[in-house]
């Protein structure tokens, strides 16, 4: 392959494409484990180097391709409740959110997002132990507070993982629901973003030729780690999912507050 090639395929420094792989691998296996959080780990872990934009497209996309290659085998599992109510909520508002990412500086958007994932990840951890009744209030922010972070920062199914988890659901009913509505909180977004390019052409640029390139690369060792988390959750007793379950959410939440620190240390 000639050097002009290689510098198209990949214009970055290579020691950020070894990084990408390695944070490929280990959110594919969260999410094969988990069900939610490819995407979460995937931008906080890119974000302090490259533009977030392309970077949430290519989580989107490549969360509705996990999801289509495990979706058949989890609909039994799934709670009808939680996923009418989420996939309702983030019709409403991920439109907005995809705006906000488009025409907001990002710094502050990521300040908010990790600041507020990481309040409710630690209350909910120092909770452990109590319910919440699954309410249809709850489960109704549960999709405005998905729907609005998906289209921010692609986090909507870290946001109502942990809402889902208060409620103590079985282990395979959170994990099901959580993929299936991936799937369609994917999709739906990718079309909003589409839609939004179309539309406002000054908008930060949410889909093209580096949305393409984060998905070729990504993708690889999404699908390995994905193999590799799903033959360990067919191991797991439900108090270690839970307990992976909480303390993921602190970590997801943890990086991408992180990240924007990096950001403003650096600036």
Known sequence: MSPELLAWAWPLPWP?????????????????????GFAALVVGGLSPFVPVGPVVAAAMILEAIASIGMVRSVAADVDRRWLRSLIIGNALCVPIGLAALAWLPALQVRLLVGGGLLTAALAMRLADGHSFAPTALLRGTAGVASGLLNGLAASGGVAAAMLMAATRPAPATLRATMITYLLFVSVYALLCAALLSQADRTATTLLGADTLRWVLVLAPTMFLGIRSGRRAFGNANPNRYRRFVLNLLIVVASLGLASAAWTILQG
């Open 16 to 36: 950020l494409l070894a990084l990408a792989l390695l944070i490929g691998f280990g959110a594919g296996m969260v999410r094969g484990f988990a069900g939610f």
